[in-house]
């Protein structure tokens, strides 16, 4: 099955379910997925961008990919269901950019 990208109506400020951090929207076009203090997600979309899934548990980062043609790509485990995603990191929001200190820590194989 093809992967759709949805972006209309989802890039929206929200409370982060692990830390708390108040997340502001992406300004690039894209959707913010993961909160940039801690980079954890909720588990929200079926296919990415189309808020249809309804486990919405916390998504917890467990590790980094670097890719050469989308930079940096946080892996994410559901603690609710154990599904497991992938989320290109925002590192040039240039309102509020992912922390470059978490993505390195959870490089290292550090987490919160």
Same mark, same amino acid.
């Given at each position: 099955?093809?992967?759709?990208? +949805? /972006?209309?109506? &989802?890039?929206?400020?929200? &409370? ?6 108040? $997340?502001?929207? !992406? ?11 801690? !980079?954890?997600?909720?588990? $929200?979309? /079926?296919? @990415? ?8 548990? /916390?998504?917890v980062p467990v590790g980094v990919e670097q *890719? ?6 946080i892996l994410h485990r559901c603690r609710k269901? %154990?599904? +497991? %995603?992938?989320?290109?990191?925002? !590192?040039?929001? @240039? &309102?509020?950019?992912? *922390?470059?200190?978490? !993505?390195?820590d959870l490089s290292r194989g550090r987490r919160?």
């Amino acid at each position: 099955m093809a992967r759709r990208f +949805t /972006v209309q109506g &989802t890039n929206n400020a929200f &409370t982060c379910a692990h830390c708390g951090a108040a $997340v502001q929207p !992406l300004q690039n076009g894209s959707v913010r997925n993961h909160c940039p203090a801690c !980079l954890h997600s909720l588990h $929200v979309d /079926v296919q @990415p961008g189309d808020r249809a899934c309804d486990c919405h548990g /916390v998504m917890v980062p467990v590790g980094v990919e670097q *890719s050469s043609k989308k930079g940096w790509i946080i892996l994410h485990r559901c603690r609710k269901c %154990g599904f +497991t %995603g992938r989320n290109k990191a925002a !590192l040039d929001d @240039p &309102t509020q950019p992912d *922390s470059w200190d978490a !993505l390195i820590d959870l490089s290292r194989g550090r987490r919160e």
